[in-house]
């Protein structure tokens, strides 16, 4: 893709912003990287997350549009990846939704859903339901404690603190990239065009362009890192639940983040008592080996999200673009997002957005 711009000042280093800060170096464009924290990420949702990459999973609380956006990432994730400078783990092994008698209506529900879904994007697997010795075929360490789950073939995870890292390495050894960290900007900051100015700025600020885009907010979510020698999982554990889809993600070296709450409310608080304790039994009650496992973290973040809970790229002024609302698909959709807003910068307006149901926002 040819682009017309030559430099870009991106706001934000949290997931979106690096993403487009190596696409546009990749492409041959200036890029200057403006953080308002460290380069360790510590104020984004994307340290937080739990990257899983399940658009059928998601399509409980997600409309098509956004299942089609993951279908297309989880194909387009392997080629972000390769020419990254470190190594990011990334699979594709599946989801299994599993649930306790008692949640059995709200299973059927799920179900009922995920049917649906299949029907309206076609280009999923299908979902297939697994009986007790399928669930530990495919998870010999859960045995014989579930009597039914859901399978959900091709979804995937990667690991979301390697991939951070492994941008910024990527963006360390660029010689067109320079970095800013402790350095908070805002879009008003720029005269974008102007002489001596950036071309473009790319604002990337998730929850912390609020000010500037009063439609966002915070939704709240808690997650658990636990060290589980003893646990060894193949692939994303989803525990249907009555007030949120509670997951079990296996990261590389016995790693597992428990997640996530979802409170409607953009407290940044640590976690409270009543979630902490909830997603570990949860987890103990998957797995008796989580009783002995370490806990490594307990954090706390916010997703950035608007009114709608999808996803907008918005032009406010000319030569401003901004990507925001990735909710709790950002992982999930990036590669989308990414693909779209580069058409954007190349010529003006994006088919593939389009193609999802996403228009452009001109304000
Ligand atoms: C608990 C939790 C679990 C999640 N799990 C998943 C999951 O399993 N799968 C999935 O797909 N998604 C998941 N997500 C969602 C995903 O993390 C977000 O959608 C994604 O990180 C949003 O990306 P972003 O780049 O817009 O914002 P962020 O990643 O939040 O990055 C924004 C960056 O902008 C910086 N910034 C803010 N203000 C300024 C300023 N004025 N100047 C300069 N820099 C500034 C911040 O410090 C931050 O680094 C989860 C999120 C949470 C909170």
């Known amino acids: 893709m040819s682009l017309s711009l030559r430099s870009a000042a991106i706001l934000g280093a949290g997931l979106m912003g690096r993403l487009m800060a190596a696409a546009l170096a990749q492409a041959g464009c200036k890029v200057d990287l403006f953080e308002a924290g460290s380069s360790e990420a510590e104020g ?121 890292a492994s941008l910024l390495a990527t963006l360390e050894r660029d010689p067109r990239v320079t970095l800013h960290w402790q350095s908070l900007r805002t879009p008003s900051d720029f005269s974008p065009g102007k002489a001596g100015q950036p071309d473009w700025v790319i604002d990337c600020r998730g929850l912390g362009a609020r000010p500037q885009w009063q439609a966002l907010r915070g939704v709240r979510g808690e997650v658990i890192r636990v060290h589980a020698p003893e646990v060894s999982l193949q692939r994303p554990t989803r525990l249907v639940h009555p007030r949120y889809p509670l997951y079990i993600a296996p990261k590389p070296g016995n790693l597992f983040v428990i997640g996530a709450t979802e409170i409607e409310s953009d407290d940044m608080s640590p976690a409270s008592v009543r979630s902490t304790l909830e997603l570990l039994s949860a987890a103990y009650a998957v797995h008796s080996g989580f009783a002995e496992a370490r806990i490594v973290e307990i954090a706390t973040q916010c997703r950035p999200t608007l009114p709608d809970n999808l996803p907008a790229l918005r032009l406010p002024q000319p030569r401003v673009l901004q990507i925001n609302g990735l909710y709790r698909h950002g992982f999930m959709i990036a590669p989308a997002m990414l693909d779209a807003a580069m058409e954007v910068l190349a010529q003006g307006h994006s088919p593939l957005a389009k193609s999802f149901g996403m228009e452009t926002q001109d304000t």
């Open 44 to 164: 984004a949702a994307a340290r937080v997350a739990a990257a899983m990459l399940a658009p059928l999973a998601e399509s409980a609380v997600a409309p098509a549009s956004v299942v089609r956006m993951g279908q297309y990432a989880l194909a387009r994730w392997p080629e972000l990846l390769e020419p990254l400078a470190q190594p990011v783990f990334f699979q594709r092994e599946g989801t299994l939704v599993l649930w306790h008698r008692q949640d059995t209506a709200e299973a059927t529900r799920l179900a009922r859903v995920l049917a649906n879904t299949g029907t309206q994007v076609p280009e999923l697997a299908p979902m297939q339901s697994v009986d007790a010795g399928a669930i530990a075929t495919l998870e010999p360490s859960l045995g014989q404690r579930f009597a039914q789950g859901l399978f959900l073939p091709g979804e995937g995870q990667l690991d979301n603190r390697a991939l951070l």
